[in-house]
Each structure stands twice: as C-alpha cells, then as structure tokens.
C-alpha cells in the first residue's frame, strides 16, 4: 500500500530527517530521490557502519570520483564523525547532504556537528489520518497504530507480532547497541510501566519503586526516550515559562501501537465506553495534531493543565497570532455539559483563549463557550 507523505523536503539545501525506527525515512528518501545523481550510504549495513567510522575520510574519496547530486546518509548517528566532512563539503563544494536519523542522543550528547543551521531539520512521524485517507479505520489506529508497515500485515496475529518485534527491535538496537544505558533489566521494567501511564501525569517517585531505579535514573530514561524518538514529554501550563519547569509533565509514545506493544496489551481488545478506550483515543488525537502542526510549519507551544482543585484540560496549543486553544478530548459519541464542565469552569480564566471539544460525536454544536466537533473537523478548525 502506497501513502502520499505530507512532509515536503527543500530543493536545494541540506536537510537531517529525524523519526523513530519504522516511520519510512529510508523509503520515502529512495521514493523521492528515484533516478537522481545520488550517493547513498547506509550506516544500518555493518560493514558500512564499520568502514565510514574507522576511516571517515572515505566519503571525501567517494565524492571526488562520483560528484554525485545529493548524498544520503542513513542513520547518520552510527558515525557521527561523517558530520564534520558533510559540513566542510557543503561549505567548500556545495555539495547537498540528507542525513536520517533514529536517535538524536548520540549527536547531542556527543557534541556532534549539527551544521549550525547549514541543514535544515525535518522530523517524520508514523502515518496521519489524512495520509492513509479513505483507508483510515479509527479503531484500526487505536487498537494497531499507524506504523506504515502495519498496513502491508492483514491477520491481526501478523499485526501483534510485528508491534512486538518492533518493541524488542528498539531494546536491541537503539539501546543496548549504543550502550546508552548501564543495565538493560531496569530500563526495561520502566519501559513497561512508562506505556501503563501514557498521558498520565508523571510520578516519578512512584515509577522509580518499580523500576527498581533512583528518581534521577527515571527522569534519565524519559530523556532516553525524547531523544530516539519514541515519545515527548507534554509540560504542565504556566504563564510563566520557568514556572512550567516545575510541575510534572505528561509523557505520550509517538504511536498507539507501540505503546501497546510495551505495555503487553495487544491481546486485549479496546473497547469504547472504556478508560482504556478513552486514553487511546486521547493518546491518538494529541499524537495527530502534534504530527499536522510539524508538518505544516506551526511554531506552537502545546502543554496541559491540571489545576489544584482537579480542573483538567488535556492540550493547551499557543499559536502565534491566534488565540490560545483549550482543547478537551472525549471518546464518546455523544457530548453533554457534564462532558465540558471543566472547559466551561477554566475558559473565562485563562485570557484570550477560545474552547474546543474533540469527540467522536459527529453533531457540531456549541455549550456555553466550548466548540464541540467531530475530533477530524476540530483538527482543522484548530489551524491544521
């Protein structure tokens, strides 16, 4: 199955491609790039990952015989030494680098040349909605994800299988290969109770305990999360930016599935009317609008809000230029004034802002100052 991407790519600069594992940076390159002057280097391959770290200077002895159009890095972190050539060749030949990425961990943490700006950066995320288009399931997202792969497995077995080789995929490569954690049993145990709390606030004196790990180890494993790819961490609102650094944020894996993956739970059936359910429909909603407003270039700022006397809105998105939006997701598919009284209660306290309820229910309407719509309807009207 073929999906149209809506990311679009610079024509005549350098640019990174940074996703997570499985998203199909590799293919969507080679799809875009088809029967150009290319060099292309794939880091994956260990015999190439070993060539171009022990002697980099292998690159600059390709281009001078090739002289190639672009070159095509995969997974440039393998051997980020390759950073400091593509810089000079760009500088001094012009010459036009696309470099992927599944972890930026190695190259921030290892104070790798990012290009200083000489490189554009674009992310990729597992397919939105609007990209598969009339072959969207709601369920199908929620219950499997939307990993392209995920599209090609029909049997659900073949979909469970797959999610969960991804799962020990990730473990394998992206942490025990590059050694970014000491002990693997730990990480692990986190891992599975990080997927049980998705969209929860975080309590990392709790996950600590059962873990098996200290709170600064924990805090620790989020950022190893952030950093490849495989979720973010959605902080608490607050006028104040430095006061938003001091309540606990909410953490979201960038897709359905895989978090379910983690969590052990592909065998369970998600059910509506349920909070497993309603988390994965959360979850899955917050996941889109993150991934339309990247692609459309938004600068905006999301964060939650839970106030003392237990008021919750799940996404507050700052838009430059536009009000703030305070949006409420709900799975149900039928929306009432007890579905938005915390909206209602908020609203008239937060400054310019305006109200809106995600839902499945397919009628538009409008209670007290909240916009309900069908949660397709609400991304667009939001901006996206």
């Known amino acids: 199955m073929i999906f149209k991407r809506s ?12 996703g997570a594992r499985g998203t199909g ?45 672009w070159v095509i890095i995969d997974e440039i972190q393998k051997a980020p030494k390759l950073l400091d050539l593509a810089h000079q060749q760009i500088e001094s030949a012009g010459v036009r680098f696309i470099m992927t990425g599944s972890s930026a961990r190695k190259l921030k943490h290892g104070s790798a040349n990012l290009l200083a700006g000489r490189a554009f950066i674009h992310h990729l995320y597992p397919l939105t909605f609007r990209e598969i288009g009339r072959d969207f399931s ?9 990993l392209p792969k995920i599209f090609a497995l029909k049997p659900a077995e073949d979909k469970r299988d797959y999610l969960r080789a991804y799962a020990h995929t990730y473990l394998r490569e992206e942490i025990t290969q590059e050694q970014v954690v000491r002990r693997l049993e730990p990480f692990r145990r986190f891992l599975a109770v990080a997927a049980q709390m998705s969209s929860q606030v975080i309590n990392f004196s709790g996950i600590a305990r059962e873990a098996g790990a200290t709170v600064p180890t924990v805090q620790t494993y989020f950022q190893i999360l952030e950093d490849t790819l495989i979720g973010f961490l959605l902080e608490p609102f607050h006028e104040s930016i430095r006061k938003r650094q001091l309540g606990n944020p909410k953490f979201y894996f960038f897709d359905t599935g895989v978090q379910r993956a983690l969590h052990q739970t592909l065998d369970l059936p998600l059910k509506p009317q349920t909070s497993a359910y309603g988390t994965a429909f ?5 996941n889109e609008i993150r991934r339309l407003a990247e692609y459309s270039k938004k600068d905006w700022r999301f964060s939650y809000l839970c106030t003392k006397d237990g008021v919750e809105i799940d996404l507050i998105l700052e838009r430059p230029g536009r009000k703030r939006a305070l949006v409420e997701i709900k799975s149900s598919e039928r929306i009432d004034e007890n579905a938005v009284r915390s909206l209602t209660r908020i609203a008239p306290d937060i400054p310019a802002s305006e109200a809106y309820c995600l839902s499945r229910d397919p009628m538009a309407k409008k209670i007290g100052p909240v916009r309900c719509l069908f949660w397709a309807r609400g991304i667009e009207e939001l901006g996206l």
């Open 7 to 18: 990311l679009s790519f610079p024509e005549t600069n350098s640019f990174f491609l940074f």
């Open 25 to 69: 940076k590799t293919h969507l390159l080679k799809e875009r790039y088809r029967g150009r002057d290319i060099l292309y280097i794939d880091l994956l391959d260990p015999e190439q990952s070993d060539l171009y770290s022990l002697r980099p200077k292998t690159l600059l002895e390709q281009l001078a015989h090739a002289k190639p159009r």
């Open 138 to 146: 709601l369920e199908a997202a929620l219950t499997w994800g939307t």
């Open 282 to 286: 959360e979850h899955f909603v917050i």
